[in-house]
């Protein structure tokens, strides 16, 4: 059974910085893409960054120059670094992984999510 699990969420003030991990179990992503989407109340899920099987990566307007998708495929994890936070960061941060090797910036792209994890931006 394919499970990711994100952890290092919570709360922190603006302007500081977070790392957000996922670990994926049940199978192997290497080959994959992956990505970190985020939910607020009330609001669709939007994409925030991904990464390609090769490394590639895109990220949301909103993050660019602050956030740092990385991936680490001997622990079959994926990362999140999140700097100079704003209180526009909160939500709920969601890993996801996808059957196909390109980023995307769409949700029906990927095929196993996390449960999510909450960031709180304080300001």
């Known amino acids: 059974q394919v499970q990711l699990v994100e952890s290092g969420g919570g709360l922190v003030q603006a302007g500081g910085s977070l790392r957000l991990s996922c670990s994926a179990s049940?199978?192997?992503?290497?080959?994959?893409?992956m990505g970190w989407f985020r939910q607020v109340p009330g609001k669709e899920r939007e994409f925030v960054a991904a990464i390609s099987w090769l490394g590639g990566r895109s990220y949301a307007d909103s993050v660019q120059g602050r956030f740092i998708i990385s991936r680490d495929n001997a622990k079959n994890t994926l990362y999140l670094q999140m700097n100079s936070l704003k209180p526009d960061d909160t939500a709920v941060y969601y890993c996801?992984?996808?059957?196909?090797?390109?980023?995307?910036?769409?949700?029906?792209?990927?095929?196993?999510w996390g449960q999510g994890t909450q960031l709180t931006v304080s300001s």
């Open positions: 049940g199978r192997t992503f290497s080959n994959n893409a």
């Open positions: 996801a992984a996808s059957a196909g090797r390109y980023y995307s910036g769409r949700t029906q792209d990927y095929d196993y």
